[in-house]
Nanobody, 124 residues
Framework: QVQLVESGGGLVQAGDPLRLSCAASGRTFSDHVMGWFRQTPGKEREFVATISRPGDSTIYADSVKGRFTISRDNAKNTVYLQLNSLKPEDTAVYYC?????????????????WGQGTQVTVSS
């Protein structure tokens, strides 16, 4: 089992930055590919970013490419999502997820463990 706890969400203005953190406990963090997803009411969970186990490979959704950065610190069992140049359409609940796998994954159905989510609200 891997337990994931997100933090760092909040209410910001368009253009402001925000950094989300996801602290993991339980099984070995470095054995897991990590991902960030987001969801708004009435919509399916949307892929945002994923990072490989050692942190040397990342993939981003086109909608966030160039604005968001995913990173991880395996010594601290934590994955981060730096959100820059935020837009109102980035408003969502953001979830981190983990899966024991060799390669980065963008499909949410493939992830095994999920956090409870953190709300990000961007005002115009």
């Amino acid at each position: 089992q891997v337990q994931l706890v997100e933090s760092g969400g909040g209410l910001v203005q368009a253009g402001d930055p925000l950094r989300l953190s996801c602290a993991a406990s339980g099984r070995t963090f470095s054995d897991h590919v990590m991902g960030w997803f987001r969801q708004t009411p009435g919509k399916e969970r949307e892929f945002v970013a994923t990072i490989s186990r050692p942190g040397d490979s990342t993939i981003y959704a086109d909608s966030v490419k160039g604005r968001f950065t995913i990173s991880r610190d395996n010594a601290k069992n934590t994955v981060y999502l730096q959100l820059n140049s935020l837009k109102p359409e980035d408003t969502a609940v953001y979830y981190c997820a983990a899966v024991g796998h060799d390669f980065v994954i963008i499909r949410p159905q493939m992830y095994t463990y999920w956090g409870q989510g953190t709300q990000v609200t961007v005002s115009s």
